[in-house]
């Protein structure tokens, strides 16, 4: 053809690099595809049967063909025809993207929680065994997980193309994720959520790897504190241990095995513990004041950042008894004694 | 253009004893000052018609930028600041200035006082105050360009837009709020002329399709703008005062600015469409000489879309944590609006059956319409069905999806518009091959840029990304190749039409054999457009009076 | 209709002060009766758009009256009722002498109805004063919502001589929101309350002038509609706004 051969290496080069579908790397994929190529064949049906009408009207009865045009009023027998079968396939569409939404939305009892910060221009990954990864998140195979997002300043959106997931991350709330991955290799994180001068530059890796290796790597980048150890510190520099230690003249409610119970509120309302009951609490408390108890928590809004929500969220979780609480402030108390314990605990004035 | 083989309806006067009438809208008057302060529709239409297009080319002026900056993965050609000032002064010169005006302050202005057989629309000086409203809104928003541009994207979202950046939001906001009015305004002057202002007969049955797209159109700017501004009002007081409605840290609720914004902005999309929509039923209808197939479905279809258009704006929300539930109804809602579309698409197809179809330039645009439409339309259906919407919001799928409506929809009724009432609004015609071309080219250009940006929406790519992945390049380069043939169909028409208007044939009354009420006066029309106001006494599209009233008026001249 | 051509003014739109049969009468209009139809129903179509304006701001109130109950009501409370209540029986006057205006236009009683437009301006304006002392105590109280808003009167209302419960400082915060709806919403009215009388003046000097005096009094009907609509504005910010937390019983 005469193409020159650089420019012709370059051109495969070039096709060979791109795709037309992105892999199926995460359990969900297969599904989210199957529904893709159903309203791919709709969408090819419903364009060529209109091109094919359009055209096979523009022969038969163009006007060398039919000088004289035959005014027909319209059918109603047509008209209900191309009303009723398009509804019919958008209802099933319906239906079936329903089903899928409430899917990738609605995550498996068992999923491995991971927590995801994200600011102006990046994503921080926390595990719950104290790894933190930035722009980059590393998972197992075979094992579905959780993502509890939120973010600092604005707007964003996590995306994992290949694994078909996407949520708006948002400042001053939680929203989740969760996904299986099922094949071994690394993948783009996306901020799809336009957020800022460098909105294109809040990517990532994700890295998929064998549980053995996961395994590893968190041995690895073992920071040598979990969330939940640096969250009992927080407790006890915030003085949270205070009031929430589960003795008899502890002036908070017990928090241990807080977590995934129906508290009554002292206006009457049930409420589920989950993490986002949590962080609100700590944020607002008098509109989450447990029942028999008075509304005299100050708030932490400004004086803790996300990060060490998470710690406090992910601490209280895993809070089984007050044991542990009580004894800090033992040490607490007899602070002048072991100078060494930390002492704020009991300075934090609480306002009546 | 010879009418010899049959395969035109065009019928011109003898161009060798053909003139422009001697007194009409364009010469009634003269002087600047006598077009600035005009009351007359149709001097304000052809006002709107070149204020709009010199925004337009603004508007594609950033989007070529855009994609030229696309074309390599790396953020070569320029900063990311600027990039994201690129995108959002295309979105917001293209929505708010462009698509929102595009039909019905043009077209719409012009024909619909003539359709319904009155002298002017029902408040003269507030149409030209909403034309001078549009000025302000566009003045400032070059204004905001000027000082240094703005980088919120044309949504706004907040809390980025309140708190987190230092561009002119405020002045962007103020643009935007002056030209709703604008737009409220046009709405307004046209829901009052077609309730009280119909000619003796014209029954609401009667009235022209584009009449009743308008209609529906017109509820819309007046019942879904006014949301929008008092939005904008709320970004700007929190951006100045730093009170924080919509920010979190203080108690705010930044999902409120999206329910408030998507409550306009979700029917937005319907204000663009839906004047298209006339325009194509009455394109379609005078080349194939025919009524359209099931007038009252259309309208009521028109009707429909305004109505479920007001509940659907939940739609663009999927994945911001809305309550699972809410988003099943707000899906099931949208897949209901899609079904009127599909119906006109039919309507509109079945209208060419047993018709004598001609194919110029109006008609090309039309068909173009109707498949880029129904392409964008199906692609809409993806979108609304919730599961399959988390991995293709916010990508380049929906970037492509809203082009094929807006743009591919959208741009080429009004392109066929513009052509179809060229010479009433003129008295001359425009050059019908090369106009064919750019019709063909228009068509070509659109596809190859926004097809390949389908599938770069589904491998993943992020809309306003101002660098990329190398393996997205090949697409990307795909689409910016397209773009350019796209500017060169935009860019003919604007030259042609411009030779035209002192070297085009002289068009006559009624080129097109068409049966609406603004065929059967001058071209151009006189200021007051009736000599004595008619009475409508046939349907629309009705061919056979059409030709009795011709063989009529030959017995009577011969 | 069928004598369309006799009805046809086919005179000049700027000869409006020709003093023939009705001088009002715009060319492109079938008949008088026309040209008022449409005038009156275009006010009601732009008050439709009004209500979706400020049916924004209520949607807001609404969302976070919800969410900060106690706050609100808190800050409610700081708000006077007494002049609230002035203030709507000022603007129902107000509003009675609008009425009364468009009925003298139409019964061409031309000082009547100089007389009820000033006396709805006057009301208007007593309105505005009013209002202008209430954000005067907003801003000596730091109830002005932004870097300057203070809390402490609603934390520790005993310190203010308040009989109030407390509130917790995280609540208290949300005080703010409250107090941006209020002048949000009652700003709002209160620009339209000023675009009103800047329109009052206008009217009557055109009314002073003879304008309204032949019969011609659709400019005067649809500025009453307007000036109803913010009076009724008014009455549903009234309750919202001052009175959401008054226990008369108690």
Redesign the interface.
């Known amino acids: 053809m005469g193409l020159s051969p650089v420019l012709w290496q370059f051109l495969v080069h070039w096709l060979h690099a791109s795709a037309l579908f992105p892999a199926e790397a995460s359990g969900i994929a297969p599904y989210v595809d199957a529904l893709y190529f159903f309203l791919v064949a709709m969408t090819i049906f419903g364009t060529t049967f209109v091109a094919i009408l359009l055209l096979v009207f523009s022969v038969r009865y163009r006007r060398e063909k039919n000088p004289v045009a035959t005014q027909i009023e319209g059918s109603t027998l047509l008209e209900a025809t191309w009303t009723i079968i398009p509804l019919a396939i958008f209802l099933v569409t319906f239906v079936w993207g329903a089903l899928l939404y409430f899917r990738i939305y609605d995550p498996p009892t068992n999923a491995m929680n991971i927590y995801i910060v994200g600011k102006q221009w990046m994503w921080k990954a926390e595990h719950p065994g104290g790894q933190h990864e930035i722009n980059a998140l590393h998972v197992p195979t075979g094992k579905p997980i959780q993502l509890t997002m939120i973010s600092q300043d604005v707007f964003h959106s996590f995306s994992i193309p290949d694994f078909r997931i996407k949520r708006e991350v948002i400042p001053g709330r939680y929203s989740t994720v969760w996904f299986e991955a099922t094949q071994v290799g690394t993948y783009h994180l996306f901020c799809t959520q336009y957020c800022g001068t460098q909105h294109s530059g809040m990517i990532g890796e994700v890295t998929v790897m064998t549980p053995g290796d996961y395994k590893k790597w968190l041995e690895q980048s073992n920071s040598g504190q979990s969330l939940a150890q640096n969250g009992e510190r927080l407790f006890a520099s915030m003085g949270c241990n205070s009031c929430h230690n589960g003795t008899a003249a502890a002036r908070g409610p017990s928090l241990a095995g807080v977590y995934g119970s129906k508290l009554t509120l002292t206006d009457g309302r049930q409420i589920l513990v989950d993490d986002a009951y949590l962080r609100n609490a700590i944020l607002n408390p008098s509109e989450h004041v447990t029942a028999g108890f008075a509304p005299i928590m100050p708030t932490y809004q400004g004086q803790i950042s996300e990060d060490g929500l998470i710690d406090l969220v992910e601490f209280i979780k895993n809070m089984q008894s007050n044991y542990r609480v009580q004894q800090t402030l033992v040490t607490a108390t007899s602070g002048e004694a072991a100078p060494t314990t930390p002492s704020e605990g009991t300075t934090e004035t609480v306002k009546p | 253009m010879s009418a010899a083989?049959?395969?035109?309806?065009v019928s011109l006067p003898d161009q060798s004893t053909a003139q422009i009438p001697k007194r009409n809208y364009i010469n009634n008057e003269h002087g600047l000052l006598s077009w600035l302060l005009t009351?007359d529709h149709k001097r304000i239409a052809i006002l709107y018609l070149i204020s709009i297009t010199f925004f337009f080319f603004i508007g594609g002026a950033f989007a070529g930028l855009i994609r030229l900056e696309l074309l390599t993965p790396q953020?070569d050609l320029v900063a990311?600041?600027t990039y994201?000032k690129f995108f959002t002064m295309h979105g917001i010169i293209m929505v708010f200035l462009f698509l929102v005006p595009s039909v019905p302050a043009t077209l719409g202005n012009f024909l619909i006082?003539i359709m319904l057989g009155?002298?002017?629309l029902?408040?003269?000086k507030?149409n030209l105050l909403s034309w001078y409203l549009y000025l302000v809104g566009g003045g400032l928003t070059l204004g905001a360009l000027v000082l240094g541009g703005v980088?919120t994207?044309w949504?706004f979202?907040t809390?980025?837009s309140t708190h987190?950046?230092n561009t002119h939001v405020i002045t962007a906001a103020t643009a935007i709020f002056i030209a709703g009015f604008s737009s409220?305004f046009t709405g307004?002057?046209f829901?009052?002329?077609i309730?009280?202002?119909r000619c003796?007969g014209m029954t609401w049955f009667r009235m022209p399709l584009f009449v009743w797209s308008h209609y529906a159109a017109s509820l819309l700017m007046?019942?879904?703008?006014?949301?929008l501004?008092?939005?904008l009002?709320?970004v700007a007081?929190e951006r100045l005062?730093?009170?924080?409605?919509f920010d979190?840290?203080?108690?705010?609720?930044?999902?409120?600015f999206q329910?408030?914004f998507w409550?306009y902005s979700h029917p937005a999309v319907y204000i663009m469409i839906l004047p298209g929509m006339g325009v194509i039923s009455e394109v379609i209808s005078t080349f194939?000489?025919?009524?359209v197939?099931?007038?009252?479905?259309v309208a009521f279809s028109s009707v429909a879309i305004a109505l479920f258009g007001f509940f659907v704006w939940e739609h663009h929300m999927?994945?911001?944590?809305v309550s699972?539930y809410s988003?099943?109804v707000f899906?099931?809602l949208t897949?209901?609006v899609?079904?009127p579309s599909?119906?006109k698409?039919?309507?509109w197809?079945?209208t060419?059956?047993?018709?004598?179809?001609?194919?110029e330039t109006p008609m090309l645009y039309a068909?173009g319409f109707?498949?880029l439409f129904?392409?964008g339309g199906?692609?809409g259906?993806?979108l609304?069905?919730?599961?399959?919407?988390?991995?293709l919001?916010?990508?380049y799928f929906i970037v492509a999806h809203f082009h094929f409506v807006m743009v591919g929809g959208m741009l080429m009724a009004f392109l066929a518009g513009v052509h179809f009432w060229w010479p009433k609004m003129t008295g001359r015609m425009y050059p019908e091959s090369l106009s064919k071309l750019a019709a063909v080219t228009t068509f070509i250009g659109f596809n190859l840029t926004f097809l390949p940006q389908f599938?770069l929406g589904?491998?993943?790519m992020?809309?306003?990304?101002?660098?990329?992945?190398?393996?997205?390049?090949?697409?990307n380069v795909l689409s910016t190749a397209g773009a350019t043939v796209l500017g060169v169909g935009y860019m003919l028409p604007m030259l042609y039409l411009a030779w035209s208007l002192k070297y085009g044939a002289i068009a006559g009354n009624n080129p097109w054999q068409a049966t609406g009420l603004e065929w059967q006066i001058q071209s151009p029309p006189l200021t007051?457009n009736f000599i004595?106001?008619p009475?409508m006494d046939h349907e629309a599209y009705d061919?056979?009076w059409l030709e009795n009233k011709t063989k009529n008026e030959v017995t009577t001249v011969g | 209709m069928d004598s369309a051509l006799a009805t046809t003014d086919h005179a000049d739109v700027h000869a409006e002060h020709d003093h023939v049969a009705l001088p009002q009468h715009r060319h492109h209009f079938e008949t008088e009766e026309q040209q008022r139809e449409a005038g009156s129903f275009g006010m009601w179509l732009f008050l439709l758009t009004e209500i979706m304006f400020f049916g924004g701001l209520f949607f807001a109130y609404l969302l976070y009256r919800n969410w900060y109950y106690p706050a609100f009501a808190a800050a409610s409370n700081q708000l006077s009722v007494p002049l609230g209540a002035f203030n709507t029986v000022v603007l129902i006057s107000s509003g009675f002498c609008m009425a009364v205006g468009v009925w003298a236009a139409e019964m061409r009683r031309k000082s009547l109805l100089v007389l009820m437009l000033v006396l709805t301006t006057f009301f208007g304006l007593i309105f505005l004063g009013v209002k202008y002392d209430e954000y005067h105590e907003k801003y000596e109280l730091h109830h002005i919502p932004g870097d300057s808003f203070n809390i402490s009167m609603f934390t520790n209302p005993a310190g203010y001589g308040i009989k109030e419960e407390p509130l917790a400082p995280d609540m208290a915060q949300k005080t703010q929101i409250f107090f941006f709806l209020y002048f949000a919403m009652t700003g709002m009215h209160a620009v339209h309350m000023i675009i009103g009388i800047v329109l009052l003046f206008w009217l009557t000097w055109r009314a002073h002038r003879g304008d309204f005096s032949s019969g011609y009094v659709a400019p005067i009907e649809n500025f009453g509609l307007y000036w109803h609509f913010v009076d009724i504005v008014w009455l549903f910010l009234f309750p919202l706004l001052y009175l959401i937390n008054r226990h008369p019983l108690h």
Request: no cysteine; glycine share 10%; aromatic share 12%.
């Open positions: 083989i049959g395969n035109t309806i009351g953020p990311a600041d994201n006082p009155a002298k002017d029902a408040f003269p507030i980088d994207g949504t979202t809390p980025l987190y950046l409220i307004l002057n829901i009052v002329t309730h009280r202002m003796p007046v019942l879904g703008t006014p949301v501004a008092i939005t009002v709320l007081l005062f730093g009170i924080g409605v979190p840290a203080k108690g705010g609720d930044p999902l409120l329910h408030l409550f194939s000489r025919k009524r197939f099931g007038y009252t479905a999927f994945i911001m944590g699972n988003a099943l899906s099931l897949m209901l899609a079904v599909a119906i698409i039919f309507n197809a079945f060419l059956q047993k018709g004598s179809i001609t194919f068909f109707m498949g129904t392409i199906l692609t259906v993806f609304g069905s919730l599961g399959m919407d988390i991995h919001t916010e990508t599938i589904y491998l993943g992020p809309r306003r990304y101002h660098a990329y992945p190398p393996e997205f390049q090949v697409l007051e004595e106001i009475i061919y056979e």
